[in-house]
């Protein structure tokens, strides 16, 4: 069973950085996706940022373009998304996901969830 384990997470003052790391425990061929999602209390959860393991094909939100990056490094199984310019609405639950979606941004076509990570930003 594959399994997905977030860091990196915590409280920073708005407009400063973070990086989350997504570390899954092997390859498998029941996920080319990897995409990070968000949930606030009493919010839905949405899709931040994905990337495809096999083309690199990349998915930002409108509310992350510009400040935010994903990125992965196949050797170690890790997706990263380096989050800059961080501001209060940011403040979430991240949620590491793996799978093949069709559309990225779709948190139900993921079959694999990490634990999450709380992102905090406030002065």
């Known amino acids: 069973q594959l399994q997905l384990v977030e860091s990196g997470g915590g409280l920073v003052q708005p407009g400063g950085s973070l990086r989350l790391s997504c570390a899954a425990s092997?390859?498998?061929?029941?996920?080319?996706?990897i995409g990070w999602f968000r949930q606030a209390p009493g919010e839905e959860r949405e899709g931040v940022s994905c990337?495809?393991?096999?083309?690199?094909?990349?998915y930002y939100a409108d509310s992350v373009k510009g400040r935010f990056t994903i990125s992965r490094d196949n050797a170690k199984n890790t997706v990263y998304l380096q989050m800059n310019s961080l501001k209060p609405e940011d403040t979430a639950v991240y949620y590491c996901a793996a799978g093949r979606p069709n559309y990225y941004s779709d948190w139900r076509e993921y079959r694999y969830w990490g634990q999450g990570t709380q992102v905090t930003v406030s002065s």
């Open positions: 092997e390859f498998s061929l029941d996920y080319d996706v």
């Open positions: 990337i495809s393991s096999s083309d690199g094909n990349t």
